[in-house]
């Protein structure tokens, strides 16, 4: 099965700051891959899929790249809104394994 | 607008069962493929399970099959986890979601808000 990493697991970060989150899979996906922003108690909600397109209704300073087996998400001046924890997920062969997240936290 | 609500959660003792449901509305259930995800209190997610829109296909996690059997039910709207032989570690919050595209596998654009399931005695 395809596995999927996360770094850093733990970010701190400033509002304003560009932040950039790596995933990376155990062998090739292509382009199927896609963010998700989850907040405690809450289920998470997609941001990006197919690597780098933007869901309806999410801020463009949210975007992704990468292809392969390595891929990045940037947030391109961090917000207050979006300290949260970030996941990674492969969507090929019918499967979805998910990367084990990486927190955004305040610095 | 497009709504998962989940239901069936709850305590259950090492080695029994439970089963969870998941209905739709705002939007036509039969055409899309759906999945469960599952997460332990503090930890990530873990994609458990899918199935594709007529039924004719499911796919498991290793930790879970021959355990866990998803189904759905496309009159009803409503998707299905029938989980068995239940261990401590299947304790977690259960969310079901939708792939986003009709027809197609793909990212998960709606999600329930979850079940909580405890397994302990």
């Known amino acids: 099965d395809i596995q999927m990493t996360q770094s850093p697991s733990t970010l701190s970060a400033s509002v304003g700051d560009r932040v950039t989150i790596t995933c990376r899979a155990s062998q090739s996906i292509s382009i199927w891959l896609a963010w998700y922003q989850q907040k405690p108690g809450k289920a998470p909600k997609l941001l990006i899929y197919e690597v780098s397109n933007l869901e309806s209704g999410i801020p463009s300073r949210f975007s992704g790249s990468g292809s392969g087996t390595e891929f990045t998400l940037t947030i391109s001046s961090l917000q207050p809104d979006d300290f949260a924890t970030y996941y990674c997920q492969h969507h090929k062969d019918y499967l979805g394994a998910f990367g084990q997240g990486t927190k955004v936290e305040i610095k | 607008e497009a709504q998962l609500v989940e239901s069936g959660g709850g305590l259950v003792q090492p080695g029994g069962s439970l089963r969870l449901s998941c209905t739709a509305s705002e939007f036509t259930f039969s055409d899309y493929w759906m999945i469960w995800v599952r997460q332990a209190p503090g930890k990530g997610l873990e994609w458990v399970a899918n199935?594709?829109?007529?039924?004719?296909?499911?796919n498991y996690v290793d930790f879970v099959k021959g355990r866990f059997t998803i189904s759905r039910d496309n009159a009803k709207s409503s998707l299905y986890l029938q989980m068995n032989s239940l261990r401590a570690e299947d304790s977690a919050v259960y969310f079901c979601a939708r792939s986003r595209l009709s027809g197609r596998y793909s990212a998960l654009d709606i999600w329930g808000q979850g079940t909580m399931v405890t397994v302990s005695s």
């Open positions: 199935i594709k829109q007529d039924g004719s296909e499911e």
